[in-house]
């Protein structure tokens, strides 16, 4: 693979929330959830900070879901019913026995696990099949009305009820030859399935989240890269931090199936000088590292080993990106002005040995400028469809038990109900108190001087925020605790709202006096 196989570019930053650690919290630290009203037009002028200045925390919930994936069998089961498609395959004739072939067509595969309800370690469920649990159905639109174009139940042979496997009954498995379903006369085409599985005692349930390319064509993916049409942008966006955000995207452009297999360190960014356009790049994303900050170990970034594969159906894409903070580009004595952007993808043929496996492919990406711009953290970000605003308030207490509160509000600025992960028990994971705004914005963070945290376990929980609803999140930190204090003076406040989003914000600031 070559040095370009174990660059350090991607992913982990070890000292990012170093503060997380460092202070430890006596007390309970309280997190709650409060909802506001869902008419905001008396606020639609004046944006989510004035309606913290508002807020009179109720005891309301928002409406808590299950996985989506989960069907409900009872008050304390649960069922997920997935399907995964295994392209065509091929082996070597003296792999193989007398008379059979060397190929395999492609594979549905469709099974069915059961749990408990709980949120806790998950204990597995024995359920009981009818004879032919599974009818499987098959539409050429999302929606899935009309007509199916395929149903098993009326199928010939075995494909109306294919031999299946169940173990110790906790979960369900059975398998579709995909030249069968599609005969003579279905099109290579994405099809929308429709799982019902049926149960001894006659329940029925029911799966409509499931899709996928289907190919009676035998011939395995191919690793032609002839067959891929490439589109590679750059730009400098964001907020808290800016970054330099690369994309390349692969677009398979024929009409059967493309294999990419690469590394998790597949794109790298080379920066060059404008006034030098022949010399060697000024910046190189293969030596990036962490900002380095006073007393602080700031980890560092690693390529895991691993070689990942994607099957491209006709028309299908697959997306590469990086997203590099300017403060790491800086660091190194880069100076701020305009800079010319090549992008460079590595992609690998597993059937090959190095280093034959292995293409590269160059992207001239034109110019980008790296302007003396401020780079604080923002009040507001959008995530997953919804917008989350921080801010915090001192709040008085009695005989001097004073607290920090730091809020994030969750709005839902849509006409639909959305429904996101958080982690259960503490939806504001933890809030930072830094002395400066450049501690706060810094990345990896630095050791805060003070913080509020609450130790839950990394468990996500759904909940649905309606249309024009408001979801008020909250931590306190208490001034006074068991002995320790937070000195007087101005804090700048990060606040951090664990689950899916994983959402940082400038949280404002609060003075506390004493």
């Known amino acids: 693979m070559g040095a370009r196989s174990i660059l350090l570019i991607a992913a982990i930053l070890i000292g990012s929330l170093e503060a997380s650690t460092s202070v430890p919290v006596h007390g309970r630290v309280a997190t709650k959830f409060a909802q506001l009203g869902s008419d905001t037009t008396a606020y639609a002028d004046q944006g989510d900070l004035r309606i913290l200045d508002t807020i009179h925390a109720s005891t309301l919930q928002p409406i808590e879901r299950s996985d989506?994936?989960?069907?409900?069998?009872?008050?304390?089961?649960?069922?997920?019913?997935?399907?995964?498609?295994?392209?065509?395959s091929s082996v070597r004739p003296d792999q193989v026995g007398p008379g059979q072939s060397t190929s395999e067509g492609m594979r549905l595969d469709v099974n069915a696990l059961a749990r408990d309800s709980g949120q806790g370690d998950p204990h597995f469920r024995r359920l009981n099949y009818s004879s032919c649990p599974i009818d499987l159905n098959l539409f050429r639109t999302p929606a899935r009305r009309g007509r199916a174009v395929w149903v098993s139940r009326a199928a010939r042979?075995?494909?109306a009820c294919p031999r299946f496997q169940t173990g110790d009954g906790t979960y369900f498995e059975t398998v579709w030859p995909v030249r069968g379903i599609l005969g003579d006369s279905l099109k290579p085409a994405i099809y929308y399935f429709t799982i019902a599985l049926h149960l001894a005692d006659g329940r029925v349930l029911k799966s409509m989240s499931?899709?996928?390319?289907?190919?009676?064509?035998?011939?395995?993916?191919?690793?032609?890269?002839?067959?891929?049409?490439?589109?590679?942008?750059?730009?400098?966006g964001g907020l808290g931090p800016r970054m330099l955000q690369t994309k390349v995207v692969a677009t398979n452009i024929s009409r059967g199936l493309v294999e990419l297999d690469?590394?998790?360190?597949?794109?790298?960014?080379?920066?060059?000088?404008?006034?030098?356009?022949?010399?060697?790049?000024?910046?190189?994303?293969?030596?990036?590292?962490?900002?380095?900050?006073?007393?602080?170990?700031?980890?560092?970034?690693?390529?895991?080993?691993?070689?990942?594969?994607?099957?491209?159906?006709?028309?299908?894409?697959?997306?590469?990106?990086t997203n590099i903070p300017l403060a790491e580009i800086l660091a190194d004595s880069l100076e701020f002005g305009r800079y010319r952007v090549e992008a460079s993808l590595v992609l690998l043929n597993r059937e090959l040995r190095p280093p034959e496996w292995s293409t590269d492919t160059t992207f001239r990406l034109g110019e980008v400028t790296?302007?003396?711009?401020?780079?604080?953290?923002?009040?507001?970000?959008?995530?997953?469809?919804?917008?989350?605003?921080?801010?915090?308030?001192?709040?008085?207490?009695?005989?001097?038990?004073?607290?920090?509160?730091?809020?994030?509000?969750?709005?839902?600025?849509?006409?639909?109900?959305?429904?996101?992960?958080?982690?259960?028990?503490?939806?504001?994971?933890?809030?930072?108190g830094y002395r400066t705004a450049a501690d706060r914005d810094s990345l990896p963070l630095v050791r805060a001087a003070w913080e509020?945290?609450?130790?839950?376990?990394?468990?996500?929980?759904?909940?649905?925020?309606?249309?024009?609803?408001?979801?008020?999140?909250?931590?306190?930190?208490?001034?006074?605790?068991?002995?320790?204090?937070?000195?007087?003076?101005?804090?700048?406040?990060?606040a951090w709202s664990g689950g899916k989003s994983q959402v940082l914000l400038n949280a404002g600031t609060v003075d506390v006096d004493r």
């Open 68 to 88: 989506p994936a989960a069907l409900h069998l009872g008050a304390d089961t649960v069922v997920f019913i997935r399907s995964t498609t295994f392209p065509p």
């Open 157 to 159: 042979d075995t494909l």
């Open 210 to 236: 499931d899709s996928a390319y289907l190919t009676a064509d035998p011939s395995p993916p191919a690793h032609d890269l002839s067959a891929v049409r490439f589109r590679a942008s750059t730009t400098v």
């Open 262 to 321: 690469y590394g998790s360190c597949a794109l790298s960014i080379d920066l060059f000088a404008i006034s030098n356009p022949t010399g060697a790049p000024v910046w190189r994303s293969t030596r990036r590292g962490p900002r380095r900050r006073p007393l602080v170990n700031p980890g560092g970034y690693a390529c895991t080993a691993e070689l990942r594969t994607r099957i491209l159906a006709p028309a299908d894409s697959d997306v590469f990106e």
């Open 370 to 432: 790296i302007a003396p711009i401020a780079d604080s953290m923002p009040r507001t970000r959008m995530s997953g469809g919804l917008r989350y605003t921080a801010a915090s308030r001192l709040i008085r207490g009695e005989s001097g038990a004073d607290t920090v509160r730091t809020m994030v509000l969750v709005t839902n600025p849509s006409s639909r109900a959305i429904t996101e992960q958080f982690w259960r028990g503490c939806p504001v994971t933890a809030a930072y």
């Open 452 to 494: 509020a945290s609450t130790e839950c376990p990394v468990r996500f929980h759904w909940l649905e925020v309606k249309p024009r609803q408001h979801l008020l999140l909250y931590i306190d930190k208490p001034i006074h605790r068991g002995g320790g204090e937070i000195p007087s003076g101005r804090y700048y406040i990060l």
